[in-house]
């Protein structure tokens, strides 16, 4: 072994690994005392006050649905919603989707219909005054 022939080998024990006599110690350090072990089952086997996974979701619903997603799928889809009326307003100016400026005039024929009567009221009350 050379030099230091008279140091022990760390890794005696016989060739190859898994090593071999130390199962001993390894059993005796994961036990615990019967007292223990014997709580441990009792604990494990008794019911738990514990509120179903169910029971919690019914329970905290709000919360649950901003941080499972419900409240950014929310969002989403508003977000979806604006930016299809934007798409269907830059596609009614084309040629190909008469449909979509059909729509588009509807809504502006509600509007204008809408600001003629609040004038005709602003009307109204100005001739009561008088």
């Known amino acids: ?3 230091s022939s008279n140091k022990t080998n760390k890794y005696a024990g016989g060739g ?4 071999g006599g130390d199962t001993e110690r ?13 709580k441990q089952i009792e604990m494990l086997l008794a019911p738990s006050n ?10 905290h619903k709000e919360q649950l649905e901003d941080r499972l997603g ?3 799928e929310r969002d989403q889809a508003a977000y979806r919603k604006m930016l299809d009326a934007e798409r269907n307003a830059k596609l009614a100016r084309g040629k190909n989707n008469k449909h979509l400026a059909e729509d588009q005039e509807k809504e502006k024929e509600k ?6 009567k609040k004038k005709a009221k602003k009307k109204e ?3 009561k005054k008088k």
């Open 50 to 59: 514990r509120m179903s996974w169910e029971e919690y979701k019914e329970k």
């Open 26 to 38: 390894e059993e005796l350090a994961m036990k615990h005392s019967a007292e223990f072990e014997q």
């Open 111 to 116: 509007k204008r219909l809408k600001k003629e």
């Open 70 to 72: 419900a409240g950014v």
């Open 125 to 127: 009350k100005k001739e």
């Open 16 to 19: 190859g690994g898994g090593g």
């Open 1 to 3: 072994m050379g030099r």
